[in-house]
Each structure stands twice: as C-alpha cells, then as structure tokens.
C-alpha cells in the first residue's frame, strides 16, 4: 500500500486516527510526513507517541516541533511546544529542573505577544501542575491555577476553565480545605464530562484528580464509584496511560480500605504494563506496593520497593517504618528525623501522612520532646483537616505518647486506652477497617493484663472487622491472639511462660507489648538501651517473629508476659 501523499489530506487522516483513540495507525502516518508537514505534523507525532508511552519519541518530537517554530519566526507555536515539554519532561524523568526550564522560556516567549491568549491559560495550567505534582508548593500551585481560570473567563474557554477549577480544587484539598476543594472538583468534572472539554486527556486527567483528591481525603466510597467511571472512560477510548494512572489510584483505594489482594492484583498488573515505562506515575506504584508488602510483613521485598522510589515522602516514610519494624530504632528515626522540614507547612495532607510515622519513630526512638510535638502538630493539623481518617491518626499518635511515658503512671495508661478507643471509633467511621483493627488490637494489648475480658472483647472486635476484608496476614495475627490453648486476652487460665526466653527477655518482651520504646525499656529496667536492642533482637530471634509488633500478639497469644 502506497503511503498517502503529502499536505493537509494526510494530516487530516493522522488526526482522525488520533480522534478514533488509533495512536498506532496515527504514529505510522505521521512518521512518513514529518519531514515535508513541519511542525503541526511533529505536535501530533507527539502526542500519538505520549498515548503509546513512548516518553523518548514523545519529548524528541516536541522538542524538533519547538525548534521548526522558533525558525519559522512562530512565537505562540513556540511557546505551546514549550508548555507542552514543560510537563512532559517531569511526566517521563526528566526532573523538575529541565521542566521548570521550559515553562520559563515559554513564559519569555508570550511576554512577546499581547494577551491574554488560550496559550497564556494553558501555560497556567502546566505551571499549577508542576508546582503541586511535582515540585510540592500549594500556593504557588494556586497562584497558577487562578490565573488560569482568570484567562479562561476572559477568553471565554470553558475547556481551559474547568481543568484550572479542578486544579484549585486539587490544591485546596491539599491545603486542607477539603470540602471547598471537592466542591470545585464536582464542578470541573461535570464540565468536562459534558462535551465543554474537547482534548480526552484533560478529561481524564480531571476525573484522576478528583480520585486522588478522594484518595487523599480518604473518602474512599467516593474514590471507588470515580475509579469505576474513569476505567470505563479509558476503556472506550483505549486511553492505556490514563487507564494504568487510574488502576494505581483505584490500588490504593483498595489498599486503604483493606482489600489487599485486590490491590495487589492491580499493583502488580500496572507495574508489568509500565515496565519499560519513563512516566512518574510508575513510582506511585512501586511505592504503594511497597506499603503493601510491608503491611504483609514481607519487608526486604518492601524495603527494595522503598529504595527503588527514591526519595520521595512516601518512600522515606516506608523505608523508616521497615527499620521499626526489625527493631532499628535511630536509622528510622534518622530517616525521618528532617522529613517535614521539606513539607511546605501549607500542603497539610502531605504533613498529615507523614506525621504520625514521625511520631512513631521519635516515640521508638526515645525522643519524647519530637514525638509529643509531632502529636500536638498533629491533632492542630486534624482539627483543620475535620476528617474521621485525621482524626483517627492523631488519637493513635496520641496514644503512643501517652504509653511511652508522656503521661506517667495510672494516668498515662488510661490517658493510652482512651486514645485507642478515640482511634479505633474515628477509623471506622473513615471506613479504614485495618486501622481500626490495628486500633482494637493495640488497645487490646493494653488491657491483657488487668481487663482480659475486656481485651479479648476487642479482639473480637478486630476479628470481625478484619473478616470483612481481605488482610489476611492480620487477621491471622488476630486470630491467634483469641485461639491456641488459653492466651492471655481471654480470661482462661495463663500457660506457664515458655522457657525459650529468659526471664530478663520477658521483662523486656512485657513493656515491648505495651508500646514501649528502646529507651523506655531501658529506663524502667535501669539499663543501657544497646542492652535492650540486644534483648529484643534476642526476642525476636527465639521467637521467630519479623517484628516487634508480631512478637508482642504471639507473647498476648501464647501467654509468654
């Protein structure tokens, strides 16, 4: 078959393949008239090269379509190609240095044209995108994503309005402003799918942000039905990228609501649909099935995960919670210890999330001056953010406080049981059964020893929440600690501990239960804390327990404290 011949004909016929979601067929044609069609036939060559993931194709076919207009003397040309690399570049691992460059130079380049002009709002756009995405600063995400909607209007582009409303309203949700964010995103997603944006892109993509807004806000009933419309959108138009950003998203929904095979299934598919991808979003993933893997307690599998995603937030945050759970107290706290110093203090979901895993550390850690201000940072941040999931983050950072000595005697126990109680309520109010769980579970523990009836109670708690889901690793856990020979939590009769530990290994093994940390331990037992670290890797060793955590239920279960 002859190729087709030169001029608009064949343009057309690349553009209707490209309409009719045929990136292939649109990339063959383009590829036999570049050299004659110049630059418009090297802008679609880009984007039939950004459908079929092909990140090298795509930004080589940008950057030729960026030079021909700047010969060509084609300033807004210019500039759109310019826009077009600026996120594209940070979208296929070229870093938010070269991105930035380009959203400069395109920037440079309209300053030149009087405006304002659809160019001028698009460049808005991507300069909210990457400041929110990739570079992490709300506000100057907000300054961006306003003058985009103020173009728009002026210009009358709905198409333009509606992507820089539900990028505010991204932003607001990041800021902690969750309702007046969810609000601007319904707004921008009715828009988009009413036929007033014409680009498929921007409509997936504001359909994937108010997912990650839910996401974020733990709103995961909401996230689910979203998940659901913007697959079935990406299957009809063969929409393979937005397709595979939206399983990861719809992953972690999963993950979050306590449906861990599920989302392994679709963790593990995205990955080996993005193996040879360059996009970011595939760190996402890897990061989440990191989570994932921890959570089962497979955690060298968790920990390579970790370090393949680098240094982002998330990643480090993980890699801290690993090294807590072998018992490596200071190289967690060190991984964390500076985190939230790369927070901006206004994109409070990211501070939220990384809160608590500070707390945690600082408590195992021994350093009770960081933990309680990570709480009361928390609990500040929790009342701002006015969701049940916050809520139930502060009252467990509470808790850990609270059991590592923050309030001492009687009344750091009690002031313990009722933040567990105050977590466990918020968790299953936010539909997180596994932080519930874990919630009942902790509380639990605290109970054994004076209220095993009431312990066992919230065993079954934690049991019958968990049997709702599909975690099984806890659940097993959970289990174990009603079943096998009368343990601790059900009032039956206590088994002589196990002579497998020393009795200065059940001390210890009695205050890990409790929450207590390394140096805590090492206070109430008037030893050093290379002493207890060494008891407690003990512990682990004859146990034969992954952590800390898994050694405290099998000590509940078997009645070894």
Same mark, same amino acid.
């Given at each position: #078959?002859?190729?087709?011949?030169?001029?608009?004909?064949?343009?057309?016929?690349?553009?209707?393949?490209?309409? %009719?979601?045929?990136?292939?067929?649109?990339?063959?044609?383009? $590829?036999?008239?570049?050299?004659?069609?110049? &630059?418009?036939?090297?802008?679609?060559?880009?984007?039939?090269?950004?459908?079929?993931? +092909?990140?090298?194709?795509?930004?080589?076919?940008?950057?030729? @379509?960026? $030079?021909?207009?700047?010969?060509?003397?084609?300033?807004?040309?210019?500039?759109?190609?310019?826009?077009?690399?600026?996120?594209?570049? =940070?979208?296929?691992?070229?870093?938010?240095?070269?991105?930035?460059?380009?959203?400069?130079?395109?920037?440079?380049?309209?300053?030149?044209?009087?405006?304002?002009?659809?160019?001028?709002?698009?460049?808005?756009?991507?300069?909210?995108?990457?400041?929110?995405?990739?570079?992490?600063?709300?506000?100057?995400?907000?300054?961006?994503?306003?003058? &985009?909607?103020?173009?728009?209007?002026?210009?009358?582009?709905?198409?333009?309005?509606?992507?820089?409303?539900?990028?505010?309203?991204?932003?607001?949700?990041?800021? *902690?402003?969750?309702?007046?964010?969810?609000?601007?995103?319904?707004?921008?997603?009715?828009?988009?799918?009413?036929?007033?944006? *014409? %680009?498929? #892109?921007?409509?997936?993509?504001?359909?994937?942000?108010?997912?990650?807004?839910?996401?974020?806000?733990?709103?995961?009933?909401?996230?689910?039905?979203?998940?659901?419309?913007? %697959?079935?959108?990406? $299957?009809?138009? +063969?929409?393979?990228?937005?397709?595979?950003?939206?399983?990861?998203?719809?992953?972690?929904?999963?993950?979050?609501?306590?449906?861990?095979?599920?989302?392994?299934?679709?963790?593990?598919?995205?990955?080996?649909? #993005?193996?040879?991808?360059?996009?970011?979003?595939?760190?996402? @993933?890897?990061?989440?099935?990191?989570?994932?893997?921890?959570?089962?307690?497979?955690?060298?599998?968790?920990? @390579?995960?970790?370090?393949? &995603?680098?240094?982002?937030?998330?990643?480090?945050?993980?890699?801290?919670?690993?090294?807590?759970?072998?018992?490596?107290?200071?190289?967690?706290?060190?991984?964390?210890?500076?985190?939230?110093?790369?927070?901006?203090?206004? +994109?409070?979901?990211?501070?939220?999330?990384?809160?608590?895993? !500070?707390?945690?550390?600082?408590?195992?850690?021994?350093?009770?001056?960081?933990?309680?201000?990570?709480?009361?940072?928390?609990?500040?941040?929790?009342?701002?953010?006015?969701?049940?999931?916050? /809520?139930?983050?502060?009252?467990?950072?509470?808790?850990?406080?609270?059991?590592?000595?923050?309030?001492?005697?009687?009344?750091?126990?009690?002031?313990?049981?009722?933040?567990?109680?105050? =977590?466990?309520?918020?968790?299953?109010?936010?539909?997180?059964?596994?932080?519930?769980?874990?919630? /009942?579970?902790?509380?639990?523990?605290?109970?054994?020893?004076?209220?095993?009836?009431?312990? =066992?109670?919230?065993?079954?708690?934690?049991?019958?929440?968990?049997?709702?889901?599909?975690?099984?690793?806890?659940?097993?856990?959970?289990?174990?600690?009603?079943?096998?020979?009368?343990?601790?939590?059900?009032?039956?009769?206590?088994?002589?501990?196990?002579?497998?530990?020393?009795?200065?290994? !059940?001390?210890?093994?009695?205050?890990?239960?409790?929450?207590?940390?390394?140096?805590?331990?090492?206070?109430?037992?008037?030893?050093?804390?290379?002493?207890?670290?060494?008891?407690?890797?003990?512990?682990?060793?004859?146990?034969?327990?992954?952590?800390?955590?898994?050694?405290?239920?099998?000590?509940?279960? %078997?009645?070894?404290?």
């Amino acid at each position: #078959m002859r190729p087709p011949p030169p001029g608009p004909r064949a343009l057309a016929a690349a553009r209707r393949a490209l309409d %009719d979601a045929q990136w292939a067929r649109a990339r063959d044609l383009l $590829r036999e008239q570049v050299e004659v069609e110049g &630059a418009p036939a090297w802008e679609l060559l880009a984007e039939a090269a950004w459908w079929l993931d +092909d990140g090298s194709a795509c930004l080589a076919a940008r950057e030729t @379509a960026y $030079r021909l207009h700047r010969e060509s003397g084609d300033v807004r040309g210019a500039a759109a190609a310019a826009t077009a690399l600026g996120y594209d570049a =940070a979208l296929f691992g070229q870093g938010a240095s070269v991105a930035s460059g380009w959203l400069a130079r395109a920037r440079r380049l309209l300053a030149e044209v009087d405006g304002p002009l659809p160019e001028h709002g698009w460049l808005a756009v991507r300069e909210a995108e990457l400041a929110l995405q990739v570079t992490h600063r709300p506000d100057t995400a907000h300054e961006a994503a306003t003058e &985009a909607v103020a173009v728009a209007r002026s210009l009358g582009r709905t198409d333009i309005e509606h992507v820089g409303l539900g990028l505010l309203g991204l932003v607001e949700v990041t800021r *902690g402003r969750v309702d007046e964010g969810m609000e601007l995103l319904d707004a921008a997603v009715a828009g988009a799918l009413s036929g007033e944006v *014409g %680009d498929v #892109m921007w409509v997936g993509k504001v359909c994937c942000w108010l997912v990650g807004a839910c996401r974020e806000a733990q709103d995961l009933a909401r996230a689910v039905e979203w998940c659901e419309r913007v %697959d079935a959108l990406c $299957r009809e138009r +063969d929409l393979a990228p937005l397709f595979t950003a939206c399983r990861i998203q719809y992953a972690s929904v999963r993950l979050a609501g306590g449906h861990w095979l599920d989302a392994e299934v679709e963790l593990v598919a995205a990955l080996e649909r #993005m193996r040879d991808s360059r996009r970011a979003t595939r760190t996402d @993933a890897v990061v989440q099935l990191g989570h994932l893997r921890r959570r089962q307690g497979r955690l060298p599998e968790a920990e @390579a995960l970790y370090v393949q &995603a680098g240094y982002a937030p998330a990643a480090l945050v993980g890699r801290a919670l690993v090294r807590l759970a072998r018992g490596e107290t200071a190289p967690a706290w060190a991984l964390v210890a500076d985190l939230l110093e790369d927070v901006a203090p206004t +994109d409070l979901m990211t501070r939220a999330a990384v809160l608590l895993p !500070v707390v945690r550390c600082a408590v195992a850690a021994g350093r009770p001056e960081e933990a309680e201000r990570g709480a009361a940072e928390l609990a500040e941040l929790s009342a701002q953010l006015g969701t049940e999931a916050a /809520h139930g983050a502060a009252a467990v950072a509470r808790a850990l406080v609270a059991a590592s000595g923050g309030a001492s005697g009687p009344a750091g126990a009690d002031a313990a049981r009722s933040a567990w109680r105050a =977590a466990a309520r918020s968790f299953h109010a936010a539909a997180l059964p596994v932080e519930a769980a874990e919630a /009942h579970l902790a509380l639990a523990r605290l109970l054994a020893a004076d209220e095993p009836g009431s312990a =066992a109670d919230e065993v079954r708690w934690a049991v019958t929440t968990l049997e709702a889901v599909e975690a099984p690793e806890l659940l097993a856990q959970a289990r174990g600690m009603l079943g096998g020979g009368g343990p601790a939590v059900d009032g039956s009769a206590r088994p002589t501990p196990s002579p497998v530990l020393t009795p200065r290994e !059940v001390e210890v093994l009695r205050l890990v239960a409790t929450g207590a940390s390394n140096a805590r331990i090492a206070r109430e037992l008037v030893v050093s804390e290379h002493t207890v670290h060494r008891h407690v890797a003990n512990i682990l060793t004859r146990l034969g327990e992954p952590t800390r955590g898994a050694a405290a239920l099998r000590a509940v279960r %078997d009645g070894l404290i």
